[in-house]
């Protein structure tokens, strides 16, 4: 196998981080997503995917991108917030709520040190 750039997850990690710096979601959310389907299991690179979306105002794919990464990192409480800012978008306050309260808690586990 030789090398080439496109077979590469660090090449679509820089790509997507550094078009969704630019506000280029569109391009940030496909470069994403090349990088989950080369790494399943990262849950930053599905999270990325998700806030792409999530600007794209495509919050129910958002919703799916980041509760895949949530599957991966469960008590991520900043893609937990996301998570309830795309629920609440889509119009679903109750699921939204949940996962405000579940940030908050884990948000304040983690400034009491726990």
């Given at each position: 196998?030789?090398?080439?750039?496109?077979?590469?997850?660090?090449?679509?990690?820089?790509?997507?981080?550094?078009?969704?710096?630019?506000?280029?979601?569109?391009?940030?959310?496909?470069?994403?997503?090349?990088?989950?389907?080369?790494?399943?299991?990262?849950?930053?690179?599905?999270?990325?995917?998700?806030?792409?979306?999530?600007?794209?105002?495509?919050?129910?794919?958002?919703?799916?991108?980041?509760?895949?990464?949530?599957?991966?990192?469960?008590?991520?409480?900043?893609?937990?917030?996301?998570?309830?800012?795309?629920?609440?978008?889509?119009?679903?306050?109750?699921?939204?709520?949940?996962?405000?309260?579940?940030?908050?808690?884990?948000?304040?586990?983690?400034e009491q040190g726990l």
């Open positions: 196998m030789t090398f080439h750039p496109t077979n590469n997850p660090f090449f679509w990690q820089q790509t997507a981080d550094a078009c969704f710096a630019d506000g280029r979601y569109e391009k940030a959310a496909e470069a994403y997503l090349r990088l989950c389907e080369m790494t399943p299991g990262d849950a930053a690179a599905w999270a990325g995917r998700g806030k792409s979306l999530l600007n794209l105002e495509r919050f129910l794919d958002a919703a799916d991108a980041f509760e895949r990464a949530l599957v991966i990192s469960p008590d991520d409480a900043e893609t937990i917030n996301l998570l309830g800012k795309a629920y609440q978008a889509i119009g679903d306050a109750e699921r939204a709520a949940l996962c405000f309260v579940r940030a908050a808690e884990l948000d304040g586990k983690k």
